[in-house]
């Protein structure tokens, strides 16, 4: 007897902070709104530039290069599959 097992994706479901949105250009909120159409797919996004482990749960991307450059960073709660957008903006002023 064969058994076939469906397997269907959960998707995650992706918040972000207000404050993360303060002052970004166009073309940066539509790269961040493609990267939050990868997330809830799952928090991990190595095919993103420089894509990393920030820490236990906690990851960023750069999401333009150049001058300046921009970085997103999120927190994940896998329990619950939630992750949180909660900084974009300049790689200077990032909070790692």
């Given at each position: 007897?064969?058994?076939?097992k469906?397997?269907?994706?959960?998707k995650?479901?992706?918040?972000?902070?207000?404050?993360?949105?303060?002052?970004?250009?166009?073309?940066?909120?539509?790269?961040?709104?493609?990267?939050?159409?990868?997330?809830?797919?799952?928090?991990e996004?190595?095919?993103?530039?420089?894509?990393?482990?920030?820490?236990?749960?906690?990851?960023?991307?750069?999401?333009?290069?150049?001058r300046?450059?921009?970085?997103?960073?999120?927190?994940?709660?896998?329990?619950?599959?939630?992750?949180?957008?909660?900084?974009?903006?300049?790689?200077?002023?990032?909070?790692?």
């Amino acid at each position: 007897m064969t058994y076939n097992k469906v397997m269907t994706k959960v998707k995650w479901t992706v918040s972000v902070n207000k404050r993360a949105y303060k002052k970004l250009p166009v073309h940066v909120l539509e790269t961040l709104q493609f990267l939050i159409s990868e997330l809830e797919k799952g928090p991990e996004t190595p095919n993103w530039p420089n894509y990393s482990k920030l820490g236990y749960l906690s990851y960023h991307c750069h999401i333009k290069k150049g001058r300046p450059t921009y970085v997103a960073c999120w927190v994940v709660d896998k329990n619950n599959k939630i992750i949180e957008v909660y900084y974009v903006g300049t790689h200077e002023k990032a909070p790692y």
